[in-house]
């Protein structure tokens, strides 16, 4: 699979971005080799499962220049990096409490040249940024995860939804939702994207609390 699935949902990239997303393969082949950071047999998927997935978050939220987003947990950089790619004038935070995934997000980020990324070692609960957006896919349940970004929102929002969480999640999440006692909105991938592998996703956007 090439990149040229995400021409297909966003006719509107730059031969640049479209460079930059069509290097990510070779990238993260290579890197996976020396830290593991997508699974093996999802390396060949890398563009669909990956990069897709993390720009549904672009579908629900078109960043705007000068906005700010953390990404808790990013791994290898998901879904921060392919964020990074298509908006370029929006500033990205990368944190991950791993340090070895750090630093293929900086290597890969390095490659591609985005000046708009920034990558920490560091626990979520550590930061103490404020932003206009959090991001997030696989790191935990939302009602541990909300408390660890709380707070860390700025006063003013500007984009068409209030500033707050967009969490990529799957499968049936209502006793998730339930557990975590927040007022979400759900958005689901299937709308936007036809391959099978979206029929379950999801972004749950929560807005943030301004404290
Ligand atoms: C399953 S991985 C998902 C990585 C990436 N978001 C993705 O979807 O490919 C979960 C990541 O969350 C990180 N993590 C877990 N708790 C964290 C915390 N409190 N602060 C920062 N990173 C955390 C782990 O180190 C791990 O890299």
Sequence with gaps: MTSDILLKYF??????QQL????LQELY????????????????LLYERHVLHSLGIAKVMPFLPGESVLDVGTGGG???????ILFPDTRFHLVDSIGKKIKVVTEVSTALGLKNLKATHARAEEIKDKYDFVVSRAVTQLKDFYPW???????????????????????????????????????????????EFFDTKQVIYVKGKVI
């Design 149 to 195: 970004v709380r707070g860390k929102f700025n006063k003013e929002s500007r984009n068409k939804l209030a500033n707050g969480i967009l969490y990529l999640k799957g499968g049936d999440l209502k006793q998730e939702i339930a557990e975590s006692g927040l007022a979400v909105q759900q958005f689901y991938l299937k709308d936007y994207f036809e391959e």
């Design 29 to 44: 082949t290579l890197w996976n080799n020396q830290i593991n950071v997508i699974s093996r047999k999802d390396i060949d």
């Design 11 to 16: 006719p509107d990239i730059t031969p640049e």
């Design 78 to 84: 998901f879904p921060g990096v392919p964020l990074a």
């Design 20 to 23: 930059q997303f069509g290097r």
